[in-house]
């Protein structure tokens, strides 16, 4: 057996002495799409941050690789491939989309014009406003530059927390479809998705947590026919 592109095992913690992780498994291979579903409270948002050391960790380990990076910060993770874009205040507002996309670039010593490119033609709506600012665009395409900017890192995991928060139907289906020809590329995707039922219809493997831990892990499909899964956290 291979080791997974992103392996995090027995991870335990929280915010100050209240563990809100309780032994939290999450695995992702290359090119990968792991969707985190899960009830309003059950810790989804708390696993990301601690796969991308935001969060300190009381046990277990984070493997990028084969390579333990439990002890790095988000900025040494950063450079070692990860990208992370928040569910919120995840735009410079006053920044021009471009600029959005030069300061994602913050990392890179060389020429990254194809990259930015690379992300006009995954978001040709984007493209069309390069030169407006960020917060003047609507939630769909300031989640789109969010993206683009984590993008411009060139990261080998894409990590996204809640990205269709907030968005039109046809807009999260867009989002969606834009995430599935990034992971087409060979990036690993994690994501913690609120719509759950749409999001795990898009998924490679799929993790339901409750109160910190899994509760159950299966491909997308098997969890959307697991009729236990169906009946408790997708509304029959």
Do not use: W
């Not at 050391?53 to 439990?70: C, K, P, Q, S, Y």
């Not at 769909?140 to 990205?163: F, H, I, K, W, Y």
């Not at 289906?173 to 994501?191: N, Q």
């Amino acid at each position: 057996m291979s080791q997974p592109y992103l392996s995090a095992t027995g991870m335990r913690g929280g915010y100050g002495k209240a563990d809100i992780l309780n032994g939290c498994d999450l695995t992702v291979e290359k090119g990968q799409i792991a969707v985190i579903v899960g009830p309003n409270g059950a810790g989804k948002s708390t696993a990301m941050k601690a796969v991308f050391g935001m969060l300190n960790l009381r046990e277990g380990a984070v493997l990028l690789d084969g390579a333990d990076i439990t002890a790095l910060t988000p900025q040494e993770r950063v450079r070692k491939g990860m990208g992370f874009v928040p569910q919120t205040h995840n735009i410079f507002p006053t920044m021009t989309v471009e600029e959005n996309l030069e300061m994602g670039a913050f990392i890179r010593q060389d020429d990254f014009r194809a990259t930015m490119e690379q992300v006009y033609q995954l978001f040709p709506a984007v493209a069309e406003k390069r030169r407006q600012n960020a917060g003047e665009l609507s939630g769909g395409q300031r989640q789109q530059v969010a993206v683009g900017r984590a993008l411009m890192t060139r990261p080998s995991l894409l990590m996204l927390d809640e990205p269709t928060a907030g968005v039109s139907p046809i807009v999260m289906d867009e989002l969606f479809d834009r995430i599935i020809e990034v992971a087409r590329t060979g990036i690993s995707i994690l994501m913690v998705e609120q719509n759950a039922r749409q999001a795990l219809e898009i998924a490679d493997i799929g993790y339901v947590l409750v109160q910190g831990a899994n509760a159950y892990t299966d491909t997308g499909p098997a969890l959307l026919a697991d009729p236990e899964v169906r009946r408790t956290f997708l509304g029959g």
